[in-house]
């Protein structure tokens, strides 16, 4: 089984290219010391990973290609690395925005590869079943919530679904004692993970079979929802992004990357202040807890001393929680979720104890898709080379990133730990299902890797309600300009003509325009006006579609 699940892991051209390089098969690997079974699992990954560490990786400390210039602050794995054991599905992942949440209808997502359908069973909550019917795989979420009990209706046939996945009616087997046998069979339910709401988001638990322990609670912040501190923009951001898991959280580990590819977009980052990062100490160092660095040094020149730390809680929150020296904090919480290969989703949170005018709460409160319009520019600012980037370090004919990238600055540092943690804990790739293909296609067009409405407009209220009613104005507009061209024209016309009553003879050679002139100039106006509204509501309509990011461009 073991074996199945790394064939499942290891996309088939990296394990074509490792067989022609001659790579010694685990077998062949030396002899281990005995260690738990999870131990071996972890250290036999690493020494089968595509990044090519060697058996027993897991106590040296990772190191990239080309020695000379490695960053002093390489961190080390402690002893013991992988000692507690790690898993993918026996997690908590954020999985939905609890606000943006329908009751009234199921909604689709996807985590570890896994369909999954959320909605609102009769005893109140969320419930969170897979996305199959067990009848013939028809997707739940394409289904209807039956008003009379509150179950899921497979709108294929009709088969019912309660919160726990139980069958409750298969409309097709008319004896009662027949159906209720049928009903009750293990075939007959749908897969039921175990979620629950905290911190605005839901999670669920992706491990089916087993509930989860009473202490293995949601990584949510306590300081978010406490008195004193704000969540910018009143609720969690989300969008799906074109490229996956572990490119998104190498992302978030590369603070340097920010005054270049965020360029004049995210606060006062600049390519012009750029600055070296200096030393960067691991905290801790990769577990199956996740990892933890420090700095107290940013990206690019700030006025104040500001210390950052970064905090990688496994398997989903990059926390980088930054103090100033007036004492103002600031927590960014990123939770990166793997949906399939090649694609991730991203909840953000901006937390913070910084005073906040009560005018500039209720409106961020009110116009929070303005506060998401600029998060969609700084993500659509490096969506695209990251989508084009796993493209070409999955193909890459050096193996994977050790032989692939060259990192020789302090600043590199987040990458390599955080690529370590994948090899050394995560097993060097997700656990797709079997039978995925893990293989990334060629690059998607610019206008899908970056189209903001998929993404995340069309699951976010406040954006649709923004949407709709920039679509209503247009349309009004639209209608004035279409009304007010045609009257001003002919109000002028009828004027020089000297059509219009109550203009002389004659109109602008002998009795005057009379009121039809202004008239006319009135209406000429008002469907300039409105045409160039209707301009300006178009390129915001387009801002929550899809607005092309060229750097080149950016001054
Ligand atoms: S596939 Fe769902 S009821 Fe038939
Ligand atoms: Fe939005």
Redo the contacts with the bound molecule.
């Keep these: 089984m073991l074996a199945a699940r790394m064939q499942q892991r290891a996309p088939p051209q990296q394990a074509q290219r490792r067989r022609a390089a001659g790579a010694a098969p685990a077998a062949a690997a030396p002899r281990l010391p005995a260690r738990p079974t999870h131990w071996r699992r972890a250290v036999r990954t690493a020494s089968t990973t595509d990044a090519g560490a060697p058996v027993g990786a897991t106590a040296t400390a990772p190191r990239p290609a080309g020695g000379e210039g490695a960053p002093a602050a390489a961190p080390a794995p402690a002893p013991g690395i992988g000692g507690d054991a790690f898993s993918w599905h026996r997690a908590w992942w954020p999985v939905a925005v609890e606000s943006q949440l329908d009751p009234s209808r199921p909604t689709a997502a996807m985590v570890l590869g896994v369909p999954l359908v959320i909605w609102r069973p009769a005893e109140g909550g969320w419930a969170v079943l897979e996305d199959r019917?067990?009848?013939?795989?028809?997707p739940?979420s394409e289904?209807r919530i039956e008003p009379s009990d509150s179950t899921l209706q497979?709108?294929?046939?009709?088969?019912r679904f309660d919160g726990s996945g139980a069958c409750r009616d298969?409309p097709q087997i008319e004896d009662p004692k027949a159906r209720a046998t049928a009903c009750s069979s293990g075939r007959a339910c749908a897969r039921s993970f175990p979620c629950q709401a905290k911190g605005g988001l839901l999670w669920v638990w992706m491990d089916a079979k087993s509930p989860p322990p009473p202490d293995a609670a949601p990584p949510v912040a306590e300081e978010i929802g406490r008195e004193g501190w704000t969540l910018l923009g009143g609720d969690w951001f989300m969008r799906d992004l074109e490229y996956g898991f572990d490119t998104l959280h190498e992302n978030l580990h590369d603070p340097s990357h920010i005054p270049f590819t965020h360029h004049g977009i995210m606060g006062n980052a600049r390519r012009e202040i750029a600055t070296p990062l200096g030393e960067i100490k691991t905290e801790a160092a990769p577990s199956a807890k996740g990892f933890r660095l420090w700095r107290d040094t940013a990206p690019f020149k700030i006025p104040s001393r500001m210390e950052t730390v970064n905090n990688f809680v496994a398997p989903c929150l990059n926390s980088t929680v930054q103090k100033t020296a007036t004492g103002r904090t600031f927590m960014l919480q990123f939770y990166g979720v793997p949906v399939a290969p090649g694609k991730s989703k991203l909840f953000a949170g901006f937390v913070t104890n910084a005073k906040l005018p009560p005018l500039a709460r209720k409106l961020a409160g009110a116009f929070d898709w303005v506060f998401h319009l600029g998060q969609q520019v700084v993500l659509d600012s490096d969506a695209y080379l990251l989508h084009v980037q796993e493209r070409l370090l999955q193909a890459s004919p050096a193996g994977g990133w050790r032989q692939s990238f060259y990192l020789p600055a302090t600043a590199d540092t987040g990458i390599i730990t955080f690529r370590t943690w994948m090899d050394q804990v995560g097993g060097g790739s997700i656990p797709w299902p079997l039978g995925t293909d893990a293989r990334l296609g060629p690059a998607l067009p610019r206008e899908v890797v970056m189209d903001r409405w998929a993404q995340h407009c069309r699951h976010c209220k406040s954006c649709r309600r923004a949407v709709t009613w920039i679509e209503r104005l247009r349309a009004a507009c639209t209608a004035a300009a279409a009304v007010a061209a045609p009257v001003g024209a002919f109000a002028l016309l009828a004027a020089a003509a000297g059509a219009w009553p109550g203009a002389g003879a004659g109109a602008a050679g002998a009795g005057g325009w009379g009121p039809a002139a202004p008239l006319g100039l009135a209406c000429l106006a008002l469907a300039a006006a409105a045409l160039l509204a209707r301009r300006a509501l178009q390129r915001l309509w387009s801002r929550f579609h899809f607005t092309d990011y060229v750097h080149a461009d950016v001054k």
């Design positions: 019917c067990p009848h013939r795989l028809a739940l289904g497979c709108v294929y046939h009709g088969w298969i």
